[in-house]
Every structure is written in structure tokens, then in C-alpha cells.
């Protein structure tokens, strides 16, 4: 039994709360991986009025001196790596090596925002009039309420709050509550690095206390969220009537075309590594793929064979190659899709409607029809649907004609099939002979339909744009 890490709100630079609540290991029964505290209305508007506060201050501090912040803070984190992805492990459940590559992620993530502090914020334009100059530059919104998800405990919070800090804004960020230690690590980063009291705080707690007294609070003037689509429109509303600004990156369906000219053993690494890999855990997770038959036998077998690389365990077990699932609501998802797709017709490739504990294997899911709830509704877990279509039109129809367009992915050794797909193809980010889940850092991220707002992407430097607003100056210089 390892002792509980203690997960801390950090307000005004204090760590603060009783951490009472606790949230067990989901590999190991009846050991508790994290104590945090739970949050009232109180701490968020103590956190906000901390934030408010800092910062006026923060935007006059200058900008290299704001980058440099975020560099010690990489660096602070690249020295913890080891127990900060140990925690990340004990209160998510990705296997070690997915877990130290996330918190190098938030690392690579601080560094480019970083970076930043040494990069041009505007333009010049010469004016049509005589005599005059204009400039534009992007000023910080402000305030920004961060609302993050359990799956990517530590990245996606870094990629929030690195392009609000870099930016002027002060920010506080509510954390998922199965997962609140890896946030409180990147806080105390940033706190250790020198990150002026209130410039970032943390409340920890439930979305509808915590989170919806954020979103209420008209003095946060933009927020960002992942998570679920329900709670996304939810929060949209919330923001969208007191005019604030809203980034929402919610659910996915992603769906991969696979066409007989791919190479097939390829083309099933791919699916498996989108399908399987974080327990197919991620919104950009591959979970439907389209099949023509020329491949489909060979494809289907050597994706057989990709699933049984992947043995669920104990993430910190060197023998596991998949963690377990992230909690017992999440298993009840996977299990129910799955037994309502055996109800519906379907045949199991791989995999079962049975879970020991909350380790789940890869399910891969034959004859499905392309309108059944496993090929059409997001479930989160390592279950991939496999849909037979005659051709590549079929497919790409079929692939397109879904509510979700996050990501999406082809498999096939042809320029002319594969730049058609980028261009017809309804999704945020498109993956050529690549898994759809995972991402660059320095490049743009978002979907479209209902996996996203359709406004502000984030990741790479797009992502500065939701946290600031652009003026321009009209310079007379005679
Ligand atoms: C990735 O695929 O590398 O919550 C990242 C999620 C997404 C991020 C996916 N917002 O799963």
C-alpha cells in the first residue's frame, strides 16, 4: 500500500483545503491513490477575486520575463517526472510509459508558450493615409476559467492555462475530480517557478458546484473546457448569455476509411494504436472503421492479432501494455455498448462483454450496421466498430454522415484517394496512414459539428487567440 498523494486547492498562491475526498487507485482495489479537497462556491470566488486582482500586474509584467516563468516551470516538472507520473498513474490508470510521455507533453507544452515571450504580438501596417502607422497587438482578455477532463490529467490543463498565462491572463482552472493530483503538480510548478500569487489557482470539486460558479461568475471573461458534449452546450448557454467567451472541445466518433490499396498490417497498427492505446480513453480515439472488401479479411486479421498486444493491468506494472479503465461509471458505458451491439447483431472479433475488475480488453466489433448506437455514439473505452462498405465513396459517405467531426483517418498508399479525403472529409484534423489519436503540441487542435465550438482552436500558437483580443493603433507621426 503506497500512502495517498494529498491533492491541495491552490488559491492566491496558498495550498489550501481539507483533502477529505478520496478517489482510489483504478487498478488496485481498495487503495486510495489521491485526498482532495472539495470545493464550494466560496473557494471559486476566492480564487477569482485572487486572479482578479493579479492580474493588472501580470499583463504589465513584460513578456519574456512572463515566458521565462513558464520555462523554469518546464523544467521544475522534467525534474518530478518520475513522481508526478507515478501519481498521474495511480489516480488515472495509463500504463507508466503513456503516463511519462503525457507529463512530457505539459512539459513540451510549457515550452513553446515559453517561447513565446520572445515573439512578435503584432503587426504593422502602413496606412492608406499619409503620415500614419498602424498596429495591431492582442491584449489579454483577462480572467479565464479552465474546466478539464480525467483523461489527460495533466496535459490538458497545461495547454489551457500555458497560452492564458503567456497571454497576461490569470486563470483558475478546476480540475476533474477523479484526477485532481496530476493539476495540482502543474500548480505547484508554476507556483515554485515564481508565478506571482493569484496569477493561477486551482479549486478542486464537482462540475455542478465548483465548475458552474466559474462559469456563472460575470467577472471571468472567457472560459475553456473539455469534456463531455452535454456539459459542453450546458456550459455554452451559461457563457453565451453573459456574452463571455467559450472554447469547447467535447465528444468524438472517429472513424478511419480503410481502402483496398492500403497496406494492411499497416492499416491495423493504426487502428489499434487509435483504438486501444490510453484505453481508448481519448475524445480522438478511433472507435468506427470503414472497410472495403478487398482488404477486409487481411485487415481484420492482422487487426486481431495488433489487439492481443494489448493486455489491460496495473499501469505501473511494466507487464501491462493497457491500463485499466478509468472508473466503474466508465466501465458501464463500455460494457453496455458492447452487450447492446451483441443484442443488435453484432459479432465479437476480439474482446468481450466481461471486465475483470476495471480491466476491460480491446473489443473489436464485426457486422456492425453503419446506424447502430456502437458506430454512431461516443462510448470512451477500447471498442472499435467495424463497418463493411463497398467502396471508398460508400465509406466516406458513411464516415461523414455522424453528429461528431474531431478527428478522422485513412488508410491507403494512394495520393489521389488520400488528398480527396482531406478535402471532403467533415472533421477538425485528418489522419493520413496515422492513428487519430495523437497530437503534435505546436500545431492547431479542434473539431467541428458537435465536437467542438467551431470558434478558437487550440494547441500551437492559434491558441493564443481565444485568450486575447487583437487592437489597432492609428499612429499620426506628423
Ligand atoms: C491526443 O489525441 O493526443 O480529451 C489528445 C481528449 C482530447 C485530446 C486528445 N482533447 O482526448
Not at 510521455?101 to 504593422?124: D, H, K
Request: aromatic residues 6%; hydrophobic residues 40%; contains cysteine.
Amino acid at each position: 500500500m503506497t500512502t495517498p498523494a494529498l491533492a491541495r486547492h491552490l488559491i492566491d498562491g496558498e495550498l489550501l483545503g481539507e483533502p477529505m475526498k478520496e478517489r482510489a487507485n483504478p487498478a488496485r482495489i481498495g487503495e486510495i491513490a489521491v485526498l482532495s479537497p472539495s470545493g464550494t462556491p466560496a473557494d471559486a470566488d476566492d480564487a477569482i477575486s485572487a486572479a482578479v486582482a493579479a492580474q493588472p500586474q501580470w499583463a504589465r509584467t513584460p513578456l519574456p520575463a512572463r515566458g521565462a516563468i513558464l520555462l523554469k516551470a518546464a523544467e521544475l516538472l522534467r525534474e518530478r517526472t518520475p513522481q508526478v507520473a507515478a501519481d498521474l498513474v495511480r489516480e488515472e490508470g495509463k500504463t507508466i510509459g503513456e503516463a511519462t510521455g503525457e507529463v512530457g507533453r505539459a512539459i513540451g507544452v510549457l515550452q513553446f508558450f515559453g517561447s513565446l515571450g520572445w515573439a512578435s504580438t503584432g503587426s504593422t501596417f502602413s496606412s492608406a493615409l499619409p503620415g500614419t502607422t498602424i498596429t495591431t497587438r492582442r491584449e489579454p482578455i483577462g480572467v479565464v476559467g479552465l474546466i478539464t477532463p480525467w483523461n489527460f490529467p495533466i496535459a490538458i490543463p497545461a495547454w489551457k492555462a500555458a497560452p492564458a498565462l503567456i497571454s497576461g491572463n490569470a486563470v483558475v482552472l478546476k480540475p476533474a475530480e477523479l484526477t485532481p493530483m496530476s493539476a495540482t503538480h502543474l500548480a505547484v510548478a508554476l507556483h515554485d517557478a515564481g508565478l506571482p500569487h493569484g496569477v493561477f489557482n486551482v479549486v478542486h470539486g464537482g462540475g455542478r458546484v465548483v465548475g458552474d460558479a466559474i462559469a456563472r461568475d460575470p467577472r471571468v471573461t472567457a472560459l475553456s473546457f473539455t469534456g463531455s458534449t452535454t456539459v459542453g452546450l450546458g456550459l455554452e448557454k451559461t457563457l453565451q448569455t453573459r456574452r463571455a467567451r467559450v472554447q469547447l472541445e467535447m465528444g468524438g466518433k472517429n472513424g478511419v476509411l480503410v481502402i483496398d490499396d492500403a497496406d494492411a498490417r499497416r492499416a491495423a497498427q493504426v487502428v489499434s494504436a487509435g483504438g486501444f492505446s490510453l484505453t481508448g480513453q481519448a475524445c480522438t480515439a478511433t472507435s468506427r472503421v470503414y472497410v472495403t472488401p478487398g482488404i477486409h479479411d487481411e485487415f481484420l486479421d492482422a487487426l486481431a492479432e495488433f489487439a492481443g498486444n494489448y493486455t489491460p493491468g496495473d499501469g505501473l506494472d511494466n507487464a501491462s501494455t493497457m491500463g485499466p479503465v478509468v472508473s466503474d461509471d466508465q466501465l458501464q458505458r463500455d460494457v453496455s455498448a458492447v452487450q447492446q451491439a451483441i443484442d443488435g447483431g453484432a459479432r465479437l472479433l476480439t474482446g468481450s462483454a466481461d471486465s475483470d475488475g476495471l480491466r476491460f480488453a480491446p473489443v473489436i466489433a464485426i457486422d456492425v450496421e453503419h446506424t447502430a448506437p456502437i458506430a454512431t455514439e461516443e462510448i470512451f473505452g477500447p471498442v472499435v466498430a467495424v463497418i463493411d462498405v463497398p467502396d471508398y465513396e460508400a465509406g466516406l459517405s458513411a464516415l461523414n454522415d455522424s453528429a461528431y467531426g474531431l478527428t478522422a483517418g485513412i488508410c491507403t498508399t494512394s495520393l489521389k484517394y488520400s488528398s480527396d479525403f482531406a478535402d471532403r472529409v467533415q472533421a477538425g484534423v485528418v489522419k493520413v496512414n496515422r492513428p487519430t489519436s495523437g497530437l503534435d503540441l505546436h500545431v492547431p487542435f479542434g473539431g467541428i459539428k458537435e465536437s467542438s465550438s467551431n470558434t478558437f482552436r487550440e494547441q500551437g500558437h492559434s491558441a493564443t487567440q481565444f485568450y486575447t483580443w487583437e487592437k489597432t493603433t492609428y499612429i499620426g507621426t506628423e
